[in-house]
């Protein structure tokens, strides 16, 4: 585990330094953002880096465990506290979480981010689940 917190925090790092921009390694040129949200068990503060879209003026991520047959634990802490801080782009905001599992608006959702990563395709077959995906409205 240790290891993997090191590689976030060294991805962290370079987002940082450029500008929110990852440079190297095998996530260079995604669009990742730091979501913290509050564990529904424990109640402390969870990191997700994750790959995010956008629609209107809202960010859309998707909870596909990177095609785990299990659903990300940060979906059930969206559920339990929906009050999440945002770091994207060199900017860091609270927002809020609306997780949609089924129906047409998860849907097209769905469908929009797959066509800005369209490797992310494969997820659903490859996870054997229905893949959530979630808004974040910005706090106003």
């Known amino acids: 585990m240790a290891d993997a917190k090191q590689w976030e925090d060294q991805l962290i790092e370079d987002m940082r330094a450029h500008g929110g921009q990852v440079t190297q390694g095998p996530l260079a040129g995604q669009a990742l953002m730091v979501m913290t949200s509050t564990g529904a068990k424990s109640g402390e503060p969870r990191r997700a880096i994750l790959t995010y879209s956008s629609d209107g003026g809202d960010q859309i991520v998707a909870g596909t465990a990177g095609g785990s047959p299990t659903i990300p634990s940060?979906?059930?802490?969206?559920?339990?506290?929906?009050?999440?801080?945002?770091?994207?782009?060199?900017?860091t905001f609270e927002a809020t979480a609306q997780v949609i599992k089924d129906g047409?608006?998860?849907?097209?959702?769905?469908?929009?981010?797959?066509?800005?990563?369209?490797?992310?395709?494969?997820?659903?077959?490859?996870?054997?689940r229905l893949i959530p995906m979630v808004r974040l409205t910005r706090a106003s």
């Open 74 to 91: 940060w979906i059930h802490n969206l559920e339990a506290n929906p009050k999440v801080s945002i770091e994207a782009a060199n900017e």
């Open 104 to 128: 047409p608006e998860r849907d097209r959702l769905w469908d929009q981010h797959v066509a800005r990563f369209p490797a992310f395709a494969a997820y659903p077959e490859q996870s054997g």
